[in-house]
């Protein structure tokens, strides 16, 4: 089968904080040495890896070091890592939103890009004219464009809004009439970045369909990044695992994400540290770890946290919200308290949180956390939030004496399962 993208050596070196090297002396230092003396830039050799949670020495980053892999005419190709890792920097270099410092790509076909929302759309110009717009851009005629308008315009389902300028769109809309146009228009190959995120369920499941007709039926290419491991798995054959800046795996998808799971939970923090004084913040987190001091379980063994956390003004009721996520970064289940408790302004508390009677099964999942007031009831606002960078393990399930709950009225915008948990003062 022939080779639709070839990367070689792509590296890409960023100086943080500035444009160029900062000053006119680096700048002619790396004229004189490049330009005149015909030797390798002297900046390439002082980068850092790109570790985004870490404080460097230097001011330059390798956002890209030396990637080299080939992807095959036809191939779906998922691309994880964490965020920092270089997959949107990898995917810029492919649609030459920028160039890499060094390296080469080589590309058999035109490429339609959909990297961020509204990626390639001209915020004054309606859906319609966008529509035409981007179809020059990939080079097709205007009777080729118009021939495949009414298919775009149904796929996306801003029919309703096609005359209107797509600055007045919803980010939503943005994402669908801007992946249907990418989809449709006929580019051999179809860069898609976690764009799709932004849709709701029913549109990413039509982005998800759609993208597999274009590799399969059509024999269309597509790299796609996405934080979504089980839409990886169900849509790509092979996988590529970047961290900071570095392929460590490049396999088929399943491996690809076993590897990532693997890699996150053995680098993940036991507890979260914040810097905190952020007065637009009614309550807000500093701190949060377990208090078991591990992040190993039973099944039937509560798992506890401590928070500490400041208040900017009164709250007479604060609750913590607890998302429990599989290592596919799927919702399995979240929980609120439903104890009262009250904080006053410039007050600092330390919050023991107990998650109880949960009979997960073996296995590695992830915790995000919120805290604001209301709950899933009533009207909920959420001041502070905690991604899910807490990881924990499941190491022996109990199936037996499970007591499951009615889950009646719930959303499952946040998972399946309600579970129990108790919130108290130290």
């Known amino acids: 089968m022939a080779t639709a993208i070839e990367f070689n050596n792509i590296s890409k070196l960023y100086r943080l904080g500035v444009v160029s ?33 870490t404080r460097g020495e230097s001011d330059y980053v390798w956002a890209l070091r030396s990637i080299d892999f080939k992807v095959e005419q036809g191939d779906v190709v998922g691309i994880i890592g964490k965020n920092g890792a270089g997959k949107s920097t990898l995917l810029k270099i492919l649609s030459r939103v920028t160039a890499p410092t060094t390296g080469s790509i080589r590309a058999r076909g035109r490429i339609g890009s959909l990297l961020e929302v509204g990626t390639g759309f001209h915020p004054e110009m309606t859906g319609r004219e966008n529509i035409y717009l981007n179809g020059a851009i990939l080079g097709m005629t205007k009777a080729e464009i118009t021939k495949k308008l009414d298919e775009i315009v149904d796929f996306s389902g801003c029919e309703r809004y096609l005359d209107t300028p797509v600055k007045r769109y919803s980010s939503g809309m943005m994402v669908r009439l801007g992946f249907a146009v990418a989809a449709h228009l006929d580019p051999e190959i179809l860069v898609v970045d976690e764009v799709l995120a932004v849709g709701d369920a029913e549109f990413q499941k039509k982005a998800i369909g759609k993208m597999q007709d274009v590799s399969q039926g059509e024999g269309r290419t597509v790299l796609f990044v996405s934080h979504n491991m089980a839409s990886i798995r169900k849509l790509c054959q092979r996988g590529i695992v970047l961290d900071q800046g570095q392929i460590i795996f490049k396999g088929s998808a399943t491996e690809a994400v076993d590897t990532y799971i693997d890699s996150s939970f053995k680098n993940s923090p036991q507890q979260l540290s914040f810097r905190g004084g952020d007065d637009s913040k009614e309550i807000e987190f500093l701190s949060v770890r377990f208090a078991q001091d591990k992040n190993a379980f039973a099944s039937n063994e509560p798992i506890e946290f401590i928070f500490e956390v400041k208040a900017h003004r009164d709250i007479p009721n604060f609750r913590i919200n607890t998302t429990i996520f599989g290592m596919d970064e799927v919702s399995i289940g979240s929980v609120s308290n439903t104890e009262h408790l009250s904080i006053r302004e410039g007050e600092q508390k330390k ?51 499970r007591q499951d709950s009615a889950i009646s009225q719930w959303d499952t915008g946040w998972g399946h399962i309600m579970f129990r948990a108790k919130l108290s003062y130290l």
Request: glycine share 8%.
């Open 351 to 401: 919050v023991l949180f107990q998650l109880y009677d949960h009979h997960l099964a073996s296995g590695q999942y992830s915790l995000a956390f919120s805290v604001g007031i209301g709950n899933y009831l009533t009207a909920q606002r959420d001041f502070d939030y905690i991604p899910n960078e807490l990881t924990f393990s499941i190491e022996e399930a109990d199936m037996n004496n």
């Open 21 to 53: 090297t900062g000053t006119l002396a680096h700048d002619l230092k790396r004229w004189w040495t490049t330009s005149v003396r015909g030797k390798e830039d002297p900046y390439l050799r002082i980068g850092e890896a790109n570790d985004r949670s």
